[in-house]
């Protein structure tokens, strides 16, 4: 039964709840229970009043007040001190899940992400996920509180027709029809606006991103930027639009009914005072109990309603946290820190949702201290067989063995831990210099002050106050510093250099540098991996005297593996394409 799945899954979050905090839970149902003994109270002490006043005892009166007042200021003083507890105890609940959701995030397959749908969810899920457990214990808490609050109430109405029990009823059950018709309304409004906030809130990050706003001005790009806003906008609100007008077609019926319901209800009571049945004091009093005890009701009734909400982010959460699309890390063999040997052996690769391959019968093997360039031109697949040799996506055919061992058979973190990568699109943290080279703590500064020299900028780095604690830009650090593109790719290398693995792969690591440092940086780079495995990705081949093997890709395709001289010997893809890059530099 669906009921039976949406009551299933609303248990399991609060079970996960419960394991995070199973005290405040106990906090929150005393709290619940006091709340309602001061709502009976208050519904009861009008009549107390009017009992002692209609019979002028004046001290009655005194002692109603004084007991009413100090028993609400007990109240608030427990809100005041419980309060600021709760609040700090579900944000520690939000921390776990939100660790708990990242932690997921970084086991997925990249694959995961290069789907759209499946990035729309995500986006979905994780603005929900602390609010899922929120609203599993809430429902439990206002589900308990309703069933006190018509047991302390009923007492009260006793004396009412059951017929106005029964229009209570019908009302409510109408505003639950109603009430899970605008939920359903409303959850396929944000699925569907999922997509544009996306979109609107990437727009709205040129504007304060450096990079972007250089580039609007320089290119006068305002007016092209803003029409692409306003276009995403305007579908932006026509959803809205759409969507109010739904939710209001809907919610007019259940307006006019309860203005209906609430005329009929006064007009009941009016009648039971005038004849006799009732006095003033039993008047306002039933008016106001009518009204909590429909709202206990609803909360019963709604009940569902509100499960039924929640679980429909519930649903996307759990399929989140269940997905099986995770890397698998395990395997029979730990890389030590060496490597001999990578080798492709007829690989074929297509990324998700192509039907075209990116990688058709690569084959090459690159042996222990052998410097490699990987040379092709856009969209050959260069950056590709990166991607496989540290498992961002698996091959569809054929092998990739390291040491001779297929690649799917060793640990995932001890093959990474092998490998410095820096890839063309690098990123710079907003750190300081420090911790974007290192990228841990407690790091050892005379290597980070090595790596700055080899890339030349340990002397600009020292003219820096605050030295290596600089921060990179202002967005999170006060004092920080804009370094230009060549500044932060040399940062970038200074931060793989000191890593100093086994194997060290650069994509394009010189393509924002002028060529005295790129030829210093090169003589630094090979002179430093004398005994690894260097590879380099490249479209200036100006230094490829100094590389072993040079792997020319072309449409996916090995075209043709050789040293430098052999390459041009043979006339071919290579030499055309040595003879255009050479030619810009004479």
């Known amino acids: 039964m669906k009921y039976k799945g949406i009551f299933k899954r609303n248990l399991i979050i609060i079970q996960k709840s419960l394991g995070m905090n199973r005290k405040l839970f106990f906090i929150q149902v005393m709290q619940m229970i006091l709340s309602n003994i001061c709502l009976y109270i208050n519904l009861i002490i009008p009549k107390l009043i009017i009992n002692a006043m209609s019979e002028e005892k004046v001290i009655n009166v005194a002692y109603i007040l004084v007991f009413t007042f100090l028993f609400n200021l007990i109240d608030s003083f427990i809100e005041y001190k419980l309060v600021p507890y709760i609040s700090l105890q579900n944000e520690i609940i939000n921390t776990k899940v939100v660790n708990s959701f990242l932690e997921k995030s970084y086991s997925l397959k990249l694959s995961y992400f290069d789907d759209a749908k499946s990035y729309d969810k995500y986006n979905v899920v994780f603005d929900n996920c602390c609010n899922i457990y929120h609203n599993s214990n809430n429902i439990l808490l206002q589900f308990i509180s309703s069933i006190l609050q018509i047991t302390l109430i009923i007492s009260i109405l006793k004396w009412v027709d059951k017929w106005i029990f029964s229009l209570m009823f019908i009302i409510i059950i109408i505003s639950l029809i109603v009430s899970q018709k605008v939920t359903k309304i409303q959850y396929e409004y944000q699925k569907k606006v999922t997509t544009q906030n996306r979109q609107l809130n990437y727009i709205y990050r040129l504007f304060y991103i450096p990079q ?22 305007e579908d932006f609100l026509k959803n809205v639009q759409e969507n109010s007008k739904a939710v209001s077609e809907v919610t007019i019926l259940q307006s006019l009914i309860t203005n209906i319901e609430s005329l009929g209800v006064m007009g ?9 049945k009732i006095w003033l004091d039993d008047f306002f009093i039933a008016i106001n109990s009518y009204n909590k005890l429909k709202s206990a009701i609803e909360g019963i009734i709604t009940t569902y309603t509100s499960l039924y909400e929640n679980d429909l982010y519930i649903k996307d959460y759990l399929e989140f946290m269940d997905c099986d699309e995770i890397e698998n890390k395990t395997g029979k063999y730990i890389l030590n820190s060496q490597i001999d040997s990578i080798e492709f052996d007829s690989v074929y690769f ?24 990987i040379i092709g031109s856009n969209g050959a697949g260069k950056t590709t067989i990166i991607k496989l040799l540290i498992r961002l996506y698996e091959i569809n055919k054929g092998k990739i063995l390291i040491n001779n061992i297929d690649i799917k058979d060793i640990d995932l973190v001890s093959l990474r831990k092998t490998f410095s990568v820096l890839f063309q699109d690098y990123s710079i943290y907003p750190f300081t210099i420090l911790e974007n080279i ?6 050892d500064l005379n290597l980070v002050c090595e790596a700055l020299k080899k890339v030349k900028m340990l002397d600009k780095v020292k003219t820096m106050p605050l030295f290596l604690d600089t921060p990179i830009t202002c967005q999170l650090c006060e004092n920080g510093i804009e370094l230009s593109g060549g500044e932060n790719q040399r940062i970038a290398i200074a931060r793989i250099l000191m890593r100093n693995k086994s194997v060290m792969v650069l994509d394009e690591p010189t393509s924002n540098l ?3 440092i790129e030829n210093e940086l090169y003589e630094t780079l090979i002179n430093n991996s004398t005994d690894d495995i260097l590879i380099i990705i490249s ?20 075209k043709e593996i050789g040293t430098h001289d052999d390459l041009i010997c043979q006339n071919g893809c290579y030499k055309k394409m040595y003879d255009l890059n050479s030619s810009k530099y004479k």
Do not use: W
């Not at 009941?268 to 006799?276: L, P, S």
């Not at 990324?351 to 690159?366: E, G, R």
């Not at 100006?542 to 792997?551: A, G, N």
């Open 212 to 233: 972007f706003i250089r580039d609007m001005r320089i290119n006068s790009l305002k007016e092209f930027i803003f029409n692409k806003k306003n276009k995403y906008t």
């Open 268 to 276: 009941y009571f009016v009648y039971e005072f005038f004849k006799g």
């Open 350 to 373: 297509k990324y998700p949702n192509s039907k075209n391959y990116t990688l058709k019968n690569v084959s090459f093997k690159i042996n222990r201290g052998e410097k490699v360039a």
């Open 438 to 443: 290192a990228l841990e703590e407690n790091a």
């Open 514 to 516: 002028d060529s005295i």
């Open 539 to 558: 479209h200036r081949l100006t230094f490829m005297q100094k590389i072993d093997k040079i792997i020319c890709l072309s449409d996916g395709s090995i």
